[in-house]
Structures are given as structure tokens and as C-alpha cells.
């Protein structure tokens, strides 16, 4: 019997299915099997091939619709490949909104694959309200957010967008990478469906390569279900096992990388070395009322931009504990240069624009003590000092 718990720290333990109906085992085990008997034609106990539908996949997808608050939820190779399904609702013809930060990879596959397809792409500025009420042209079916935005960590409100977006009948695709349901819960604020990297927070220890969805409408479950079926990017048995193994920790996990990241922050906002500081938990920082609205954290990612008189190439190269590496959200503080990293699929012009500067560095604060990042990244600075 399925039930239902009050709180999400418990859910992230004890939510979905968390126990094997075949043996009772307490973890779900990795259903290693690409195919299943069947009893006789057209009877079988719910599984007839692995891309279909998986017993341990199955458990992760109940997990993650249940921590988002919606009806059905779908656990793809990685979170590229539950973006491009998700896409797939489109067709020749269709406008997607996005905002100016979204994730390089997102824009990449909008810009070289979708357009292939005549589905288009605008980009806008989900902060500025009314121009993003003129934007919503017919043809626009759907608008993609992130927030906090990726690398800036601009803040988009969630439910002031899905609001206009509703009243011109188009879709609103949150990815949640950032916050994770256990801080922001995007179907709660009117989105339609949250997207997820799970190699990020929700995997939470830089070991698997990992993407869901979550909807709430039936109709959008039944054509996310055909799609994920009918492209086939789904996640791996033994990835969805370490997925939900990462899950239950992710609580305690984001308590810490939250508090970290705070501490943090207020240091870079104090040194010499750094010119300007991102980070929505910061009273100070633009995003800080509308985070405080629709969050309950504001999660450890941190941007900041160095001063001319410090040279980036020198400070990550004199890095010790924090360690220079694309991804995020795992248990170790990880460092990038969006410029040349992970918004490289970006052109320059569009990069300078939206601010993604030469100078921009993005940090990922992990749960070491926040003692031992400070005094790392403070003799980094020391060392990156230009020499007249
Ligand atoms: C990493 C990331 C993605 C892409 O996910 P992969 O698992 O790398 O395919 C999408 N959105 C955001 C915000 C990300 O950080």
C-alpha cells in the first residue's frame, strides 16, 4: 500500500517504490534483464522489454514524479536526452521561447538539431515581464526557464511566467537542475513539465550521467511516455539504481551545500580580487526576493567574475582542494570557466551580451568543510595577483 509522507526529507528516503514487491529487499534491486517472460500472449506482469518500461527505472521514475508533485515521471541517459524528448512534443512551425542563460547544451540543441527540423527558438529576457507577455506570438508553443539561470544565476519567477504563459495556451518547461524538488518545486509554481540533469545534485556524486522529466497533465504523460519509448534514450538499470541511492541523501547533501555556499559567497564578496559576486542567497543580489518566494534555499552555485588585475588562467591553475572540471552539484566543490567550458557551444557575441564574460568563473560548492574552500581559493587569488 502506497503511502504518502508529509515531508520531503522522508520522501526522499521512503517515496516511490521503495521496497521490492518480489522480495521485500529494502533497496530496489538492478533489474539486469533487457526482456521478460511472458505468461502467455498478451499476458505479462507489467514488463515486456527493458526501453519500455523497467522495474528499477520504473522505481525512480515514481520517485522523482512524487518528489516534483506530479503524476508520472521519466528517467532518460542523461539530461540532454530528456531535453531532445521533450523537444520532440514540437513540431515544424513551433516557437520555444528560452531565457538568455539557459544551459549551453540546451541552446546547441535547439540551434543545430531542432532547427533542422523548422522548430525555432527566441531567446528573451524572462525578467522583463511585459516584453515577455508581447512575446508569446501564436506560433510560440512553449517557454524554457531556468532559475537560478546557468552561469549567471539570474532569477526568473516561476509563477509570473507560467501565468502568461498559460493565458496564450503555450507550455512551460522548467529545468529544475539547480534547486532540485527538495528547494523549488516548479509543477507547484503552474509549470507543465521539469526537466532535470540527475548527474548534478540529484545523482549528487559526479558518478552517473543522468536526465528526468515530471509532468502532471495525463495527456503530456502519455505523449512523453510514447516519445521516451518511441527514441529510446532511457537510463540504465544499474544508473537508476545509483540515482535513487543518490536521492536519499540529497536532503542532508543540499542542507550543506547551501550553507557552504553562503559562507562562501560572503567571503568573495569581500575580497580584493573578485569585482562582482552572483548568488540569489546574498540579500543584496537582484534574485534575492523572488529565490526567498519560491525556493527554500538558494542552492551551491555561485558565479563570480575576477578583477582585471588577477589573471583567471593563473588562479585555476593554482587551485588545490577545488578542482577545475565541467559538471556540478556533487559532494566536491568543482570549479569552471563557462567562456571556454561549458558555455562554449555559445557564440562570442551572444556570450558578451548575456555576460559570460573571460573573467566569469562558476563554482559548485561541494561539502567539504567551507573553511578549507575559502583558505583554497583565497591562496589561489595571492597567487593569481599580475605582476606589473
Ligand atoms: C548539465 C546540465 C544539463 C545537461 O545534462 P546532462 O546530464 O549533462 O546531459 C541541462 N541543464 C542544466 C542546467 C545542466 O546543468
Keep these: 500500500m502506497k503511502q504518502h509522507f508529509d515531508s520531503l526529507d522522508t520522501t526522499l528516503l521512503h517515496g516511490g517504490i521503495s521496497e521490492d514487491a518480489a522480495t521485500g529487499a529494502?533497496?530496489?534491486?538492478?533489474?539486469?534483464?533487457?526482456?521478460?517472460?511472458?505468461q502467455e500472449l498478451g499476458k505479462h506482469k507489467g514488463y515486456e522489454y527493458s526501453r519500455t518500461g523497467n522495474p528499477t527505472r520504473h522505481a525512480l521514475e515514481t520517485l522523482i514524479a512524487e518528489l516534483e508533485g506530479g503524476t508520472a515521471g521519466f528517467a532518460f541517459s542523461s539530461g540532454m536526452a530528456a531535453t531532445t524528448t521533450v523537444l520532440?512534443?514540437?513540431?515544424?512551425?513551433?516557437?520555444?521561447?528560452?531565457?538568455?542563460?539557459?544551459?549551453?547544451?540546451?541552446?546547441?540543441?535547439?540551434?543545430?538539431?531542432?532547427?533542422?527540423?523548422?522548430?525555432?527558438?527566441?531567446?528573451?529576457?524572462?525578467?522583463?515581464?511585459?516584453?515577455?507577455k508581447k512575446s508569446f506570438?501564436?506560433?510560440?508553443?512553449?517557454?524554457?526557464?531556468?532559475?537560478?539561470?546557468?552561469?549567471?544565476?539570474?532569477?526568473?519567477?516561476?509563477?509570473?511566467?507560467?501565468?502568461?504563459?498559460?493565458?496564450?495556451?503555450?507550455?512551460?518547461?522548467?529545468?529544475?537542475?539547480?534547486?532540485?524538488?527538495?528547494?523549488?518545486?516548479?509543477?507547484?509554481?503552474?509549470?507543465?513539465?521539469?526537466?532535470?540533469?540527475?548527474?548534478?545534485?540529484?545523482?549528487?556524486?559526479?558518478?552517473?550521467?543522468?536526465?528526468?522529466?515530471?509532468?502532471?497533465?495525463?495527456?503530456?504523460?502519455?505523449?512523453l511516455a510514447f516519445l521516451q519509448n518511441a527514441t529510446g534514450g532511457v537510463l540504465a538499470p544499474f544508473d537508476s539504481f545509483l540515482l535513487i541511492r543518490g536521492i536519499k541523501t540529497l536532503g542532508v547533501r543540499l542542507s550543506r551545500h547551501n550553507e557552504n555556499a553562503l559562507a562562501i559567497a560572503l567571503f568573495l564578496k569581500s575580497?580584493?580580487?573578485?569585482?562582482?559576486?552572483?548568488?540569489p542567497g546574498l540579500k543584496d543580489d537582484p534574485g534575492y526576493k523572488i529565490q526567498k518566494k519560491q525556493a527554500s534555499g538558494a542552492g551551491g552555485m555561485i558565479s563570480f567574475k575576477l578583477k582585471k588585475e588577477?589573471?583567471?588562467?593563473?588562479?585555476?591553475?593554482?587551485?588545490?582542494?577545488?578542482?577545475?572540471?565541467?559538471?556540478?552539484?556533487?559532494?566536491?566543490?568543482?570549479?569552471?570557466?563557462?567562456?571556454?567550458?561549458?558555455?562554449?557551444?555559445?557564440?562570442?557575441?551572444?556570450?558578451?551580451?548575456?555576460?559570460?564574460?573571460?573573467?566569469?568563473?562558476?563554482?559548485?560548492?561541494?561539502?567539504?568543510?567551507?573553511?578549507?574552500?575559502i583558505k583554497d581559493l583565497a591562496q589561489a587569488f595571492e597567487r593569481s595577483r599580475k605582476t606589473k
Excluded at 273 to 279: C, G, L, R, T
Design 310 to 373: 588577477f589573471d583567471v588562467r593563473v588562479f585555476f591553475k593554482s587551485l588545490k582542494l577545488v578542482a577545475l572540471a565541467e559538471s556540478l552539484g556533487g559532494v566536491e566543490s568543482l570549479i569552471c570557466h563557462p567562456a571556454t567550458m561549458t558555455h562554449a557551444s555559445i557564440p562570442y557575441e551572444i556570450r558578451q551580451k548575456v555576460g559570460i564574460t573571460d573573467n566569469l568563473i562558476r563554482l559548485s560548492v561541494g561539502i567539504e568543510h567551507k573553511n578549507e574552500i
Design 271 to 279: 575580497h580584493h580580487a573578485v569585482e562582482s559576486v552572483y548568488y
Design 26 to 38: 529494502v533497496n530496489i534491486p538492478i533489474y539486469q534483464t533487457s526482456t521478460f517472460h511472458q
Design 137 to 223: 506570438t501564436p506560433n510560440v508553443k512553449a517557454i524554457l526557464i531556468e532559475s537560478p539561470a546557468n552561469p549567471l544565476m539570474t532569477v526568473t519567477d516561476i509563477a509570473a511566467v507560467s501565468k502568461t504563459a498559460k493565458a496564450k495556451g503555450a507550455l512551460v518547461i522548467v529545468d529544475n537542475t539547480f534547486m532540485t524538488p527538495y528547494l523549488q518545486r516548479p509543477l507547484a509554481l503552474g509549470a507543465d513539465i521539469v526537466l532535470h540533469s540527475a548527474t548534478k545534485y540529484l545523482g549528487g556524486h559526479s558518478d552517473l550521467v543522468a536526465g528526468l522529466a515530471v509532468v502532471k497533465n495525463s495527456l503530456l504523460a502519455n505523449r
Design 88 to 132: 520532440s512534443l514540437f513540431k515544424t512551425g513551433d516557437e520555444i521561447l528560452i531565457s538568455s542563460n539557459v544551459y549551453g547544451g540546451t541552446f546547441r540543441v535547439l540551434d543545430k538539431v531542432f532547427n533542422q527540423f523548422g522548430i525555432t527558438y527566441r531567446i528573451i529576457d524572462t525578467l522583463d515581464l511585459s516584453l515577455l
